[in-house]
């Protein structure tokens, strides 16, 4: 894609995926999260994914960190995804829209290495 470029653009992405498809990965990161909720969630459901989590593993839940500002909702999310996604085994995730995400990536790795 990029080859036939005579210059590459200087771009950063972010890609987010809100899901819990690796609850083994949240359990591995944070021991003490509560199996009840985390085991209650239905894959890409619509459903206030963060909150669950939130409520899974922060002190007071959704409710009391989302009396902390949006800011301070960020920066959680910031500190889960960097302890959850080193424990995640992406092979086994069993979120369907993750695994299609992760899908498209791989073929386009493929594509950009011809």
């Not at 409710?63 to 500002?69: A, C």
């Not at 999310?77 to 959850?84: D, F, H, L, R, Y």
Request: charged residues 25%.
């Amino acid at each position: 894609m990029t080859k036939s470029l005579k210059v590459l653009p200087n771009k950063v992405f972010r890609f987010i995926q809100l899901t819990l498809g690796d609850i083994n990965a949240i359990k591995i990161a944070y021991p003490q999260a509560k199996s009840a909720i985390l085991d209650s969630y239905i894959n890409d459901s619509i459903c206030g994914t963060w909150e669950k989590l939130a409520d899974a593993v922060y002190k007071g839940g959704a409710k009391q960190l989302s009396k902390l500002g949006g800011a301070s909702v960020g920066q959680e999310k910031t500190v889960w995804a960097e302890n959850i996604s080193p424990q995640m085994n992406v092979d086994i995730n069993r979120s369907p829209s993750f695994g299609y995400f992760r899908d498209k990536l791989r073929h386009l790795s493929q594509e950009e290495s011809r």
